[in-house]
């Protein structure tokens, strides 16, 4: 299957992940490239709460062909094109996986936390497994989210 086939494919599941409410304007970051080496310094630390962070980060690189990152604020971020969809940041006790149109994702297993506009996140801790399948999930519709809010400008 071709990456124009699959983003295809998984247009056609955007509705079951997504609740739009609405197509706010879209925030934009400059310098995002394919690969970042400051992402690369900050994901190759040797803590297990990063570890968690560079398996999730590495999931949200897969999620098609445009993906491309930059590091913002202090935390590697994802985007297609230059809008941002998800990041990765490291706490004292917690790691977070964030999306920055969370709050208009669809979240059956209850994953997402926060009460801003836009972003949620999800809290990884030490010890309590995430359902890895649900998360997937809401990383493949942030995803698909930001390529819809970009195809409606």
């Known amino acids: 299957m071709s990456p124009v086939d699959a983003d ?16 706010t304007a879209i925030l934009r970051f400059s310098g995002a490239g394919k690969r970042d080496p400051l992402i690369e310094e900050w994901l190759n630390k040797t803590d297990a709460l990063t570890a968690v962070a560079r398996t999730w980060f590495k999931r949200m690189r897969a999620c098609g062909e445009d993906v491309q990152e930059l590091m913002h604020d202090g935390h590697p971020i994802v985007c297609v094109e230059d809008a941002p969809f998800a990041y990765v940041d490291v706490f004292r006790s917690h790691t977070n996986v964030g999306f920055f149109y969370g709050a208009h994702l669809d979240d059956p ?3 997402l936390e926060g009460t801003g506009r836009n972003m949620r996140h999800v809290k990884l801790r030490p010890g309590h ?8 999930n809401l990383i493949d519709a ?3 989210d930001v390529k819809m809010r970009l195809r409606a400008e």
């Open 8 to 23: 295809v494919s998984m247009l056609r599941l955007w509705p079951a992940f997504l609740t739009v409410t609405s197509m």
């Open 109 to 111: 297993a209850g994953l």
């Open 129 to 136: 497994e995430p359902d890895s399948v649900a998360l997937g």
């Open 142 to 144: 942030s995803y698909l």
